[in-house]
């Protein structure tokens, strides 16, 4: 088994109908620059819909309902997923990062902020996302954002963490030269 840490960042996929929506809305920041794309076929591919941190070699943080602590093979292993790491990373900030998401075990899920993001997907004006959601509540992939924010001050090149999506920390940890610490291609 490999060597996780805390504050290393995994994603993962799924073939549930659910995933593929989410994937779809991630292929581009609004419909219009999707149309376009579409119509050039430059069309970008969205490989991961879901996105949790490691607390410990052995224990994964992650929103499905509620933030909760689950084990390293029930989160990813036997799933597509990749697992990114900073390199830059202190013991200081990986022990921040794994204190500030175990705080919040137990927040609920903020189905306000998703339907902001489809109003900034389907207007173009991003704003929308910061605006439209409930205080103190995130989505899966915010909430990753929001402590890597806080700690660290990435924003995975976004404005703030509400605006950021599972393939925005794809392509920020690809670009940024993060390390691939685990990877699978396929399901199991």
């Not at 996780?4 to 620059?33: H, R």
């Not at 704003?127 to 001050?153: N, S």
Request: net charge neutral; charged share 25%.
């Amino acid at each position: 088994m490999n060597e996780f840490l805390s504050g290393d960042i995994f994603l993962i996929d799924s073939v549930a109908s659910y995933a593929k929506v989410v994937k779809f809305l991630m292929q581009a920041p609004t419909v219009y620059q999707w149309a376009w794309r579409k119509m050039r076929g430059t069309q970008q591919e969205v490989r991961y819909y879901h996105a949790g941190m490691l607390v410990s070699n052995t224990h994964v943080i992650e929103q499905q309902k509620i933030v909760e602590l689950e084990t390293v093979e029930a989160a990813f292993l036997n799933k597509k997923h990749i697992v990114y790491r900073n390199p830059r990373l202190t013991m200081e900030s990986r022990n921040r990062l794994k204190a500030l998401a175990e705080d919040e075990i137990g927040e609920g899920y903020d189905i306000l902020l998703i339907f902001g993001k489809t109003l900034t997907w389907i207007t173009g004006l991003g704003f929308i996302t910061r605006l439209v959601q409930w205080v103190d509540k995130e989505i899966c992939v915010t909430r990753v954002a929001k402590w890597y924010q806080k700690v660290t001050g990435i924003t995975f090149g976004k404005h703030s963490w509400h605006e950021v999506t599972t393939d925005n920390i794809d392509d920020w940890c690809k670009l940024d030269e993060w390390l691939v610490v685990s990877k699978s291609t396929t399901f199991s």
